[in-house]
């Protein structure tokens, strides 16, 4: 499992840089004036996805560690709840979650966590300084009714989820590897060596999330975001450089909420193959 994630990671802070290019140390500094990303994001090799790797027989290793109090996937963890109160019903968030940090998948979108200071649970921007990954166990009831179960691994979801109505019917029954739906596509540029070409998040038999596109040789091609199927926000593509550094090609600014009507996407920047700035969109300000 370690050497699945090793491979996974750019840095923690690769997110950050892919989908907001703002400088906020010096909002003097024009972010279009160069190309050329911090040498630091540079990625060591494309993930390698492994959606089958948790066979039946680690499943039956993990039963046995469950025995345990409080053991999840190899790891100690403490109980929590949140409780709140929404039009005289009452819901409850039952969760475990682990004490140690763990640096995630820089791919995923969502890593769930538990907020000590506001008591609630969020899905962005993890501050170990203030809160806690959820790990194991979660459950959701809107009064005395389940809503919603399923197991969390380092703040992703993980293994089968289920959602039901009040009623307790189930309504949906969902897949995951450690934050990736099981449905998601994935093509290779040779699928022995696990060579990835693109990453296309899926959800509900719609593209949700972020989209990834490499170079062959393994270096980020193209990065955006889907929801709801549609494309939203600013998608970069950038030059294949070799693995020398990472310098922007291009900007597409699309919708910024899915169906949004009237909205046509455009080229909001284009830089050249040594980082400098061609163009940019009249009348656009620097992100």
Do not use: C
């Amino acid at each position: 499992m370690n050497s699945k994630i090793s491979l996974l990671l750019f840095l923690m802070t690769v997110s950050n840089a892919v989908f907001s290019q703002k400088d906020e140390k010096d909002e003097l500094v024009d972010p279009d004036s160069t190309g050329v990303m911090a040498d630091n994001l540079l990625p060591t090799t494309a993930p390698i996805l492994l959606f089958d790797d948790y066979t039946k027989s680690d499943k039956k290793k993990e039963e046995k560690k469950k025995a345990k109090k409080n053991i999840y996937f190899g790891e100690r963890t403490k109980k929590g709840y949140t409780k709140q109160t929404v039009r005289d019903q009452t819901q409850y968030q039952i969760f475990n979650f682990t004490t140690q940090n763990r640096e995630f998948d820089p791919y995923i979108r969502d890593i769930h966590w538990f907020d000590t200071r506001d008591k609630v649970i969020r899905t962005k921007e993890f501050d170990p300084s203030r809160g806690y990954l959820l790990h194991g166990p979660y459950t959701r009831e809107v009064g005395d009714a389940v809503v919603e179960k399923g197991n969390f691994f380092y703040g992703t979801k993980h293994g089968t989820w289920l959602t039901f109505d009040t009623k307790t019917v189930l309504l949906d029954k969902l897949h995951y590897s450690e934050g990736w739906p099981k449905d998601s596509k994935v093509t290779y540029y040779n699928r022995e060596q696990r060579k990835i070409e693109k990453l296309t998040p899926v959800e509900y038999e719609l593209m949700e999330g972020n989209f990834f596109h490499f170079h062959e040789n393994g270096q980020i091609g193209v990065t955006g975001e889907y929801h709801f199927g549609e494309k939203v926000g600013l998608w970069t593509e950038y030059w294949n450089t070799k693995n020398n550094k990472i310098i922007r090609k291009r900007e597409i600014q699309y919708q910024e909420n899915p169906f949004t009507k009237n909205f046509r996407p455009y080229i909001r920047a284009e830089w050249d193959q040594e980082g400098n700035l061609i163009y940019r969109k009249e009348g656009v300000a620097a992100n």
